[in-house]
């Protein structure tokens, strides 16, 4: 079945940095486009960034523009965060999660997500 | 700062019919899949309906999902205590920051 384990989070200072991974199974990793998708505490969803299959097409939302970079790895099944420059505002649960077969559509399975918390 | 509009919050009596709305534009719902997603709290995000109306494998024909020009609706028949969470609308989003998008999320409670 198809499982993603989000791992990396933890407590870091303002300006610090922390790397998400994300670890693919059941599945043919490098088939699937995927994204990284937030949600501060007691807050809604925010779409984080986007990677295509091959990593060839990258998006990012404006509020990490500069500062994020995902990255994949097909080889390993893994998707990373790369996250610099972080403000009290990242502070959320990231979740990785599959776009649809197509891509460019819904994301169809998601990780059951890891904690980042920035504050000094 | 969520550009696709739900209600905070919607309540019935189990059995009865709840429906979602979720308002956006012609830059993302107008011209976009809708897709609908449950969260119970303190779990991960499921989806629930993608395409407008279509069902996943194993979510029940009580869920039903529709779209009309720049909204887009979920509703929920026979509603059951399990069925208490957050649910949210998606799409992507053609504007100068193209992204995907999530609308504000709706909580429902079944009284």
């Known amino acids: 079945q198809v499982q993603l384990v989000e791992s990396g989070g933890g407590l870091v200072k303002p300006g610090g940095s922390l790397r998400l991974s994300c670890a693919a199974s059941?599945?043919?990793?490098?088939?699937?486009?995927m994204s990284w998708i937030r949600q501060a505490p007691g807050k809604g969803l925010e779409w984080v960034s986007y990677?295509?299959?091959?990593?060839?097409?990258?998006y990012y939302a404006d509020s990490v523009k500069g500062r994020f970079t995902i990255s994949r790895d097909n080889a390993k099944n893994s998707l990373y965060l790369q996250m610099n420059s972080l403000r009290a505002e990242d502070t959320a649960v990231y979740y990785c999660a599959r776009d649809s077969p197509r891509g460019w559509d819904y994301f169809d399975y998601w990780g059951q997500g890891t904690l980042v918390t920035v504050s000094s | 700062q969520s550009v696709l509009t739900q209600p905070p919050s919607v309540s019935a009596a189990p059995g009865q019919k709840v429906t979602i709305s979720c308002s956006g534009s012609?830059?993302?719902?107008?011209?976009?899949?809708v897709s609908w997603y449950q969260q119970v709290p303190g779990t991960a995000p499921k989806l629930l309906i993608y395409?407008?109306?279509k069902r996943p494998s194993g979510i029940p024909d009580r869920f039903s999902g529709s779209k009309s020009g720049t909204s887009a609706t979920l509703g929920i028949t026979g509603l059951q205590t399990g069925d208490e969470a957050d649910y949210f609308c998606?799409?992507?989003?053609?504007?100068?920051?193209?992204?995907?998008?999530f609308g504000t999320g709706t909580k429902i409670s079944v009284l």
């Open positions: 012609s830059s993302n719902i107008g011209n976009n899949y």
């Open positions: 990677i295509t299959s091959s990593g060839s097409t990258i």
């Open positions: 998606g799409t992507w989003d053609l504007s100068l920051s193209a992204g995907y998008v």
């Open positions: 395409q407008n109306n």
């Open positions: 059941g599945f043919t990793f490098s088939d699937y486009y």
